[in-house]
């Protein structure tokens, strides 16, 4: 096993990834952001309620209406409410405590579409659909894992294609360049704590996304290692040193976290978690971004940017609002 300190909350899916995986028995994992209520399935024995796609893996086949134009409307945080939580996200930087806080917030959204017609319109990577409660149509790579190497791709970055020179813009951002520059460091450190020979092997690279709306450019990097240990009997500690995923929580992470909960204004749960497939031999999976969650019939929709002391409240804000969508243009 990978040495490490688990925690009472986390042991139970710990060791049943570690017990199927040693088996070799495929299953889904779907893991919360708090680690509250970590869901582990063997394939066979799945409901019919829970559907799944990792880029051409997918146990499902279409049923919503796609000749039904979409009506996707969005009732974001007023700025004032995200400009406290701003305030004290940036202060907790400029005082020293974080380089790094990705700041999410719920959105409020209305649909002529039910949960199940916008998971099989919205074309991504990584699709999840769990029991009526949430979708998720995610673009982001968490973990791969695959003849003993591990990969990760950290995503950070995102802007809207139509601005003029858009990807010489954001690659050339001080800003952006900074806060991608910390993530890649931080997942590096984290894939060095599982594995040797960590490297770089792409950095800041561009992903075009199609929403129903506008067309959005995002920057990612690939980072590889060599895994100390097999896959087989020790996936559940490799998840568990891991997770949070350093996109969508900072760095330095165990004090990144503790300020997402004093900023946020409640539990993120399975968003910006992480779900992925054990097929018997290999893994992937994503992070839980671009989701929507449904609670006593209303749609939640739930997006965050990271934000550095060069972060300008307006426009992190706008950015937040800009990844309120779902992607219908093209498929991945």
């Known amino acids: 096993m990978i040495e490490g300190k688990t925690t009472p909350a986390s042991s139970d899916w710990v060791s049943e990834m570690n017990r199927l995986s040693l088996a070799r028995i495929p299953f889904l994992f779907i893991l919360d952001f708090e680690l509250n209520n970590p869901i582990i399935l063997p394939i066979d024995s799945m409901s ?15 049923s919503g209406n796609k000749s039904k134009p979409l009506v996707f409307q969005t009732f974001p945080v007023p700025y004032a409410e995200y400009k406290k939580s701003f305030d004290k996200v940036k202060s907790h930087i400029l005082y020293g405590n974080s380089f ?34 949430f979708i998720v149509f995610s673009p982001e790579t968490f973990v791969q894992i695959s003849t003993g190497k591990i990969r990760t791709f950290p995503m950070k970055g995102t802007i809207d294609a139509s601005v003029k020179d858009a990807a010489r813009k954001i690659l050339e951002d001080p800003k952006e360049t900074a806060e991608h520059h910390t993530i890649v460091d931080l997942l590096r450190n984290d894939l060095s704590l599982v594995a040797r020979h960590v490297s770089v092997r792409r950095f800041r690279y561009i992903d075009e996304i199609r929403t129903y709306s506008k067309t959005l450019l995002q920057v990612s990097s690939e980072i590889e290692g060599s895994l100390t240990q097999p896959v087989f009997g020790s996936l559940g500690d490799i998840f568990r040193i891991m997770l949070p995923a350093g996109s969508i929580s900072g760095a330095p992470k165990k004090k990144t976290v503790e300020i997402i909960k004093e900023a946020e204004p409640d539990e993120r749960g399975f968003y910006t978690g992480v779900f992925g497939i054990f097929d018997g031999e290999n893994v992937d999976s994503a992070v839980m971004i671009r989701f929507i969650e449904k609670t006593e019939g209303k749609l939640t929709y739930r997006s965050g940017c990271g934000i550095t002391s060069m972060s300008d409240c307006e426009s992190e804000y706008r950015e937040m609002i800009d990844k309120v969508y779902v992607p219908v243009g093209r498929k991945y």
């Open 48 to 62: 019919g309620d829970i559907y799944y796609k990792f880029r051409d893996v997918r146990n499902y086949t279409l």
């Open 100 to 133: 790094l806080i990705n700041l999410t917030f719920p959105t409020p959204v209305e649909s002529n579409h039910s949960l199940r017609e916008l998971f099989d319109i919205a074309q991504a990577r990584y699709k999840l659909y769990f029991k009526d409660r």
